[in-house]
T-cell receptor
């Protein structure tokens, strides 16, 4: 079974600084999808960024970028120029390719605090 | 506005009672999902449905039931057989099997009285 591990229960960063959240996963599949979701205090899950495993290029969305290391099964999220609104729980998630279960497998999350 | 609406926001269950959580989407998505979130945990899949009148068990389906009579609606019933129902419940939807992004509602917090 696929598993997702987030080894940092909590992280903090100064406003305007850069922070990296770690995620590792275990799978025997060669093609899959990886996601970072943000859950602010409102508790609604918001998609931050996604990566398709067959693409070597790291995904980027404005201040958010990933470092996808397929061989190492690592998928870290870098947040640049951190803002107060970035404070939230961040969840890494894995999804198998189409044709199988569509479920997302989530890590336990990292709580990010942004200090002014 | 297109989106996923979950209601109620807060729900209380008495011992031995069944309660139903509502999830409605106007995104014209084929697939819908129910997840459970416990403190300090990620989300775990309860049930999912790829098309109307069809649904599949997830990892923790015991004590829960669902129906999918309409494309836009996927209600979750927490039955009396679920002995530890206190949790945050999130509904999600996606366009279908070929679309891998799931969009989430705002959630329902269920507590036991």
């Amino acid at each position: 079974a696929q598993t997702v591990t987030q080894s940092q229960p909590e992280m903090s960063v100064q406003e305007a600084e850069t922070v990296t959240l770690s995620c590792t996963y275990d799978t025997s599949e060669s093609d899959y999808y990886l996601f970072w979701y943000k859950q602010p205090p409102s508790r609604q899950m918001i998609l931050v960024i996604r990566q398709e495993a067959y693409k070597q290029q790291n995904a980027t969305e404005n201040r958010f970028s990933v470092n996808f290391q397929k061989a190492a099964k690592s998928f870290s999220l870098k947040i640049s120029d951190s803002q107060l609104g970035d404070a939230a729980m961040y969840f890494c998630a894995y999804r198998r390719p189409q044709g199988g279960s569509e479920k997302l497998v989530f890590g336990k999350g990292t709580k990010l605090t942004v200090n002014p | 506005d297109g989106g996923i609406t979950q209601s109620p926001k807060y729900l209380f269950r008495k011992e031995g009672q069944n309660v139903t959580l509502s999830c409605e989407q106007n995104l014209n998505h084929d697939a819908m999902y129910w997840y459970r979130q416990d403190p300090g945990q990620g989300l775990r899949l309860i049930y999912y449905s790829q098309i109307v009148n069809d649904f599949q068990k997830g990892d923790i389906a015991e004590g829960y039931s669902v129906s999918r009579e309409k494309k836009e609606s996927f209600p979750l019933t927490v039955t009396s057989a679920q002995k530890n129902p206190t949790a945050f419940y999130l509904c999600a939807s996606s366009m279908g099997p070929r679309e891998n992004i799931q969009y989430f509602g705002a959630g329902t917090r269920l507590s036991v009285l």
